[in-house]
């Protein structure tokens, strides 16, 4: 999403530095207001609207896939109920589907979880200090060469309830820059989406700097199901999504309600 402004392909009278963090971070430090723009969990977001401006383009959605929960070899869904999840962050959006999932599925039994950076919980899983894990990011492409089981794609039960894609994560800006800045950020930001969408090889080779060690072909399946079309622009379908699973959320007691206001 971001290499055509890392490359010069953007014009803007603006500076841009890429800061790279995992998703709990940022999310933490868009309560605080920290950075202009940021990608955060559309879980965040309900904190953060009166700070930020949601924007059509950055958003990444599941379409039928999304986090899943993974466990033991051997491990049942009934046993959840009795054991500790291994969770990427409180306020990623995978953890407030993962709340509507268990309600939805096991009532007010009580979610038992700790929170484990997302790239160690499956590695955490295998040395046998959680059952059973949330995963994330490219876990979901790796988790059975890693000898883990599925129990639940939370992409799959979303689509299948509602018809919707699962909303992920967003890009924002500060309201406070003022609309002028606010609308040339949210030009920039579409710029470089539609320069990578454009220039997927030179994109990806980019991308592939902070790939964690995945390789070429499982880098380049990981950025299909996460930055395509609906990256470039939400549409209706994406905006209803994130406006459904806040309110199904707010309504669950998890989240506060939100007004949802998409600029452009």
Same mark, same amino acid.
């Given at each position: 999403?971001? /290499? !055509?402004?890392? =490359?010069?392909?953007?014009?803007?009278?603006?500076?841009?530095?890429?800061?790279?963090?995992?998703?709990?971070?940022?999310?933490? /430090?868009?309560?605080? *207001?920290?950075?202009?723009?940021?990608?955060?969990?559309?879980?965040?977001?309900?904190?953060?609207?009166?700070?930020?401006?949601?924007?059509?383009?950055? #958003?990444? @959605?599941? /379409? &039928?896939?999304?986090?899943?929960?993974?466990?033991?070899?051997?491990?049942?869904?009934?046993?959840?109920?009795?054991?500790?999840?291994?969770?990427?962050?409180?306020?990623?959006?995978?953890?407030?589907?993962? &709340?509507?999932?268990?309600?939805?599925?096991?009532?007010?039994?009580?979610?038992? @979880?700790?929170?484990?950076?997302?790239?160690? +919980? +499956?590695?955490?899983?295998?040395? !046998?200090?959680?059952?059973? #894990?949330?995963?994330?990011?490219? *876990?979901?492409?790796?988790? $059975?060469?890693?000898?883990?089981?599925?129990?639940?794609?939370?992409?799959? /039960?979303?689509?299948?309830?509602? *018809?919707?894609?699962?909303?992920? *994560?967003? =890009?924002?800006?500060?309201?406070?820059? #003022?609309?002028?800045?606010?609308?040339?950020?949210?030009?920039?930001?579409? $710029?470089?989406?539609?320069?990578?969408?454009?220039?997927?090889?030179?994109?990806?080779?980019?991308?592939?700097?902070?790939?964690?060690?995945?390789?070429?072909?499982?880098?380049?399946? @990981?950025?299909?199901?996460?930055? &395509?079309?609906?990256?470039?622009?939400?549409?209706?379908?994406?905006?209803?999504?994130?406006?459904?699973?806040?309110?199904? !959320?707010?309504?669950? #007691?998890?989240?506060?309600?939100?007004?949802? $206001?998409?600029?452009?």
């Amino acid at each position: 999403m971001f /290499w !055509g402004l890392a =490359n010069g392909q953007v014009e803007s009278q603006y500076e841009f530095e890429h800061i790279l963090r995992d998703i709990q971070t940022l999310n933490e /430090w868009a309560m605080e *207001g920290r950075l202009e723009s940021t990608a955060i969990s559309v879980h965040a977001f309900a904190y953060v609207a009166d700070k930020y401006a949601l924007l059509r383009h950055g #958003g990444s @959605f599941g /379409w &039928n896939y999304g986090p899943m929960i993974v466990c033991e070899k051997g491990f049942s869904k009934e046993e959840l109920k009795s054991t500790v999840i291994a969770i990427p962050g409180k306020l990623t959006s995978a953890f407030l589907e993962l &709340n509507l999932w268990w309600k939805e599925n096991f009532g007010d039994a009580e979610l038992k @979880f700790e929170v484990v950076p997302f790239d160690q +919980i +499956i590695p955490a899983i295998q040395e !046998g200090k959680y059952q059973a #894990g949330l995963i994330i990011h490219e *876990g979901q492409l790796t988790f $059975e060469r890693d000898g883990l089981h599925l129990i639940a794609d939370l992409g799959v /039960w979303w689509k299948n309830k509602t *018809g919707l894609p699962l909303p992920l *994560g967003v =890009n924002v800006v500060r309201k406070d820059l #003022g609309s002028e800045i606010v609308a040339d950020v949210s030009r920039c930001m579409r $710029e470089s989406i539609t320069a990578g969408l454009s220039n997927r090889k030179q994109a990806l080779d980019y991308a592939l700097q902070f790939a964690r060690g995945m390789d070429p072909a499982t880098s380049d399946e @990981f950025v299909g199901m996460y930055v &395509n079309e609906r990256t470039l622009d939400m549409g209706d379908e994406g905006i209803d999504a994130i406006k459904l699973l806040l309110k199904e !959320g707010a309504k669950a #007691g998890l989240v506060p309600e939100v007004a949802v $206001e998409v600029v452009d």
